[in-house]
């Protein structure tokens, strides 16, 4: 466990005195609200990370796929799987490395910026090769890179954030992981046929906007805090799981989360290609980029009301479970009229909004439980946050690959079982939050 040095009164960006006091323990015995400057430089490290990872996860994966491997783009499964998987095994690694980090820039910013660094030379090695394995070598140092980036913000929103500022700035930045996303998914589509800058362009607009947060914010110097017990290879093994017993509210709320998120892999991973196959006479991507760029600025607005409107409404009402439940069955309605909607352009417009509204409420509330249920007293919240993440990474890393085979279930030829795949991804959404719903108790 890791002792703070004595508590100290930093000026942060936006011009706020804010305090954070800590015990040796690492229970949070006060904690003054954060100032507007560091909420909007966590807002705009957040979209510029989204932007980056999710514009290749959105259309320009899609299309490396389509170039490489045309008869097999269920490939596309595995390389995100992949990718994935090496997020989940580096997420709780990342937590231990930071909260046991001792450098004059604090424990959290110097991951950010290399993550940053990192992720931009992934996706310049996808541009680059002519191989679906060296594509799935540039999507995993990619999805490190990038995922550390939001990582490191979280840990920091964790050492930061009291309860009552939670709720808010979730809504703002599960609000602005869908603007990044709509974003991203445009940007790229806007550089089709050059193979660097539609990766790039993305990445570049992530690689400035982590560096104006590791910049303006200020963090701690972390050089006297004592590391009692050292980063070992056992010890890091050891740390990649926890005792649900001990800590039932955050093993239920992470149960709920990686079922839900399982469901929206299910469906975001594939629905650039589902759209394909429905509005394109030859099921080309290249031929729906406009489409894709048009339902995904149609979704954002639905996505927006969803984040933010839940996201203080929680604060306010003390209320954040109940929202857990309405993402899932809004995600499923959502899910299920995309999957019986054919090729109606006006049901696919409104299913993909109610998916859309659904994702924005919970990657709103979501966060704010998190944050909520974190055994804070074992001051380890950056090796909590990493296992944490499993959830979505775990998620990203078994729906492509289950998704592969079920896209063959009851199909000939170059057909795909899209339809069963969305009413699997609607089920698996509406579990996950019943589960949030009834066994969290911790948050209300």
């Known amino acids: 466990m890791t002792t703070q040095p004595p508590p100290s009164s930093i000026p942060p960006a936006g011009g706020v005195a804010e305090t954070e006091i800590q015990t040796l323990t690492g229970s949070v015995a006060t904690r003054e ?74 424990r959290r910013r110097p991951y950010a910026f290399f993550g940053a660094i990192l992720g931009v030379v992934g996706l310049t090695i996808i ?14 140092v990619t999805q490190i890179g990038w995922s550390s980036v939001m990582a490191t913000v979280t840990f ?10 939670r709720g808010k700035v979730a809504g703002l930045t599960g609000f602005i992981q869908m603007i990044a996303s709509v974003l991203g998914v445009g940007l790229a589509s806007a550089f089709i046929g050059n193979n ?33 017990d050292k980063m070992t290879p056992a010890k890091a093994i050891s740390q990649m799981v ?36 429905r509005l394109s006479d030859g099921g080309q991507v290249a ?15 639905a996505t927006a009301g969803g984040a933010l409107a839940s996201g203080f409404l929680s604060d306010r009402l003390r209320k954040r479970r109940i929202f857990v439940l309405l993402s899932g069955i809004i995600f499923t309605t959502g899910a299920l009229t995309l999957a019986f909607g054919g090729s109606n352009l006006g049901l696919i417009v409104t299913g993909s909004v ?55 279930i009851g199909v000939v030829g170059a057909e795909r079982n899209y339809g069963l795949l969305f009413v699997v991804a609607a089920a698996c959404t509406l579990v996950g939050g019943t589960i949030v719903t009834l066994f969290v108790r911790k948050s209300n």
Do not use: C, K
């Open 287 to 301: 031929d729906i980029g406009g489409i894709v760029t048009i339902l995904s600025l149609v979704g954002v607005v």
């Open 242 to 277: 926890f005792n649900p017993a001990r800590h039932p509210d955050f093993a239920w709320n992470w149960l709920g989360r990686l079922l839900f998120n399982i469901g929206v892999t299910f469906a975001t991973t594939f629905t650039t290609l589902f759209l394909a196959s």
């Open 156 to 165: 920091s929103l964790a050492d930061r954030l009291p309860e009552e500022q």
């Open 127 to 140: 541009a680059a090769v002519d191989s679906v394995p060296m594509l799935a070598v540039g999507w995993v």
């Open 33 to 106: 609200r954060v100032g507007a400057g560091y909420i909007w430089l966590v807002v705009l490290a957040t979209f510029g990370a989204f932007t980056a990872l999710v514009a290749p996860i959105g259309i320009s994966l899609s299309l490396r796929i389509q170039q490489l491997a045309p008869e097999n783009v269920e490939v596309l499964g595995y390389v995100i799987g992949i990718g994935a998987a090496a997020a989940a095994i580096w997420g709780p690694i990342l937590g231990m490395l930071s909260d046991r980090t001792r450098s004059r820039f604090g």
């Open 196 to 228: 660097f800058l539609v990766f790039l362009v993305p990445g570049g607009l992530g690689l400035l906007a982590t560096l104006l947060f590791v910049l303006l914010v200020r963090e701690r110097d972390s050089r006297e805090t004592v590391v009692v």
């Open 354 to 408: 109610l998916a859309n509204l659904g994702l924005g409420i919970f990657s709103a509330v979501d966060q704010a439980i998190v944050l909520d249920v974190l055994p804070y007293e074992e001051n380890q919240a950056g090796r909590f946050l990493g296992i944490n993440g499993y959830a979505t990474s775990l998620a990203q890393a078994i729906a492509p690959v289950v998704a592969a085979p079920l896209l063959l």
